[in-house]
């Protein structure tokens, strides 16, 4: 690239023997026909690849929950802060089991509290203890013949009774326990598909494009909106993998966008991966903020050619160039008969954007007129600075 533009402003800083400069009368009355002397400028220090602009940072925002969305924000184009709800489902029926989650837990808990008094009471006052109901005979027969003859014969023993019962007791406390930790965890997990009806903008951006309406049904997984970082913009490339020898993460080339002027972009991420059917290397570079730039534009990004063999063409600016049918041409002067000749040329872009590079038709050195007047055909002279018709 160095190359080339030295090239091109040694030829634009030339001394003014080497551009003449005359008078066009028949053009106006205070503009001059000027004439550009051609000179050589290397040809393949640098590629031009073709871009698009991209945000630096998107998301895919997704439903979670199915569901009919009963609110969506804004259109794209719509800026939001971070946090900002952009989709809503509606949530009716969760609440709803939220609900009876929430009656079940209660009950849960009502079951724990009679749970621990009956654990207390076998704890304070065993029912292996208990005399039997009513008074009198059947209490003293229980006391004095029952309990005595059943542990003499083996059959009953009272303080195995009253482990077991407690034990017993110490079990209805755990399973109440469980019973309110899966009530709880039921009520957890519809909190959590709750918030999963709310999506909301991960980071400051606008909305790039909308893929549902208010009023339609969604299932989880299914697509709702991209979402992208508005305030940094880059350039995707496809960049030929012969070209990468030497570009790396920092450096700084010229992009154009659309048909607007060039500005420096920087290399921000080189992919370690080359596409093996394309043969290309992604390569992203970073916009200046405040880029008049959107999302999805076309760029134009100016490359250093790895691979340059310092091939030299003659250079011209583009003024100099004229389209009369679907050929590029330009009107040569002839010093010696002050004449111009129309010729055919093979043009090709140049690095910079205000020259062409000429492939075939000129040679270094002949002088070609800069912003022909119309109506200028071969054959026609100029004279100290007047054009004059042949046809005159």
Request: aromatic share 6%.
């Amino acid at each position: 690239m160095s190359v080339f533009k030295s090239s091109v402003l040694s030829t634009w800083t030339l001394p003014v023997a080497f551009v003449l400069m005359t008078s066009n009368a028949v053009a106006s009355s205070t503009g001059k026909i000027e004439f550009f002397s051609v000179k050589e400028a290397a040809f393949d220090q640098t590629v031009k690849l073709g871009g698009t602009v991209i945000p630096f940072k998107k998301v895919t925002i997704t439903a979670q929950t199915a569901g009919q969305i009963d609110f969506l924000s804004g259109h794209e184009g719509d800026s939001f802060p971070s946090g900002s709800l952009l989709v809503s489902v509606s949530d009716t029926a969760l609440r709803a089991q939220r609900e009876a989650a929430l009656a079940q837990l209660n009950r849960a808990k009502a079951a724990h509290q009679n749970a621990v008094n009956q654990y207390n009471r076998e704890l304070w006052a065993p029912k292996a203890e208990q005399p039997m109901p009513g008074m009198a005979l059947p209490n003293l027969m229980d006391q004095m013949f029952t309990r005595p003859m059943g542990q003499g014969m083996g059959i009953g023993n009272q303080e195995v009774e009253k482990r077991a019962d407690l034990a017993n007791a110490s079990s209805q406390v755990q399973q109440a326990l469980a019973d309110i930790a899966m009530a709880q965890a039921k009520i957890d997990e519809i909190e959590v598909r709750l918030k999963d009806t709310k999506s909301t903008a991960p980071f400051d951006g606008v909305i790039v494009e909308k893929m549902i309406e208010a009023g339609d049904t969604v299932q989880p997984g299914q697509p709702l909106m991209v979402f992208a970082k508005s305030n940094h913009l880059s350039i995707e490339l496809n960049v030929p993998v012969n070209l990468m020898h030497g570009l790396q993460k920092g450096q700084v080339f010229n992009a154009r966008i659309g048909q607007g002027g060039w500005i420096p972009v920087r290399v921000s991420q080189v992919y370690p991966v080359a596409d093996g059917k394309q043969h290309t290397v992604i390569v992203k570079l970073d916009l200046p903020l405040g880029a008049a730039a959107a999302p999805g534009m076309y760029a134009q990004v100016v490359l250093k050619n790895a691979q340059a063999q310092g091939r030299s063409f003659p250079v011209i600016p583009k003024s100099a160039v004229v389209k009369r049918g679907s050929l590029p041409s330009v009107f040569v002067y002839q010093p010696d008969t002050a004449k111009v000749t129309m010729r055919v040329i093979r043009t090709a872009e140049a690095a910079d954007t205000t020259q062409l590079s000429v492939l075939s038709g000129l040679v270094s050195g002949e002088q070609v007129l800069m912003n022909p007047p119309a109506g200028l055909v071969s054959g026609d002279e100029v004279r100290n600075g007047e054009w004059i018709p042949s046809r005159n």
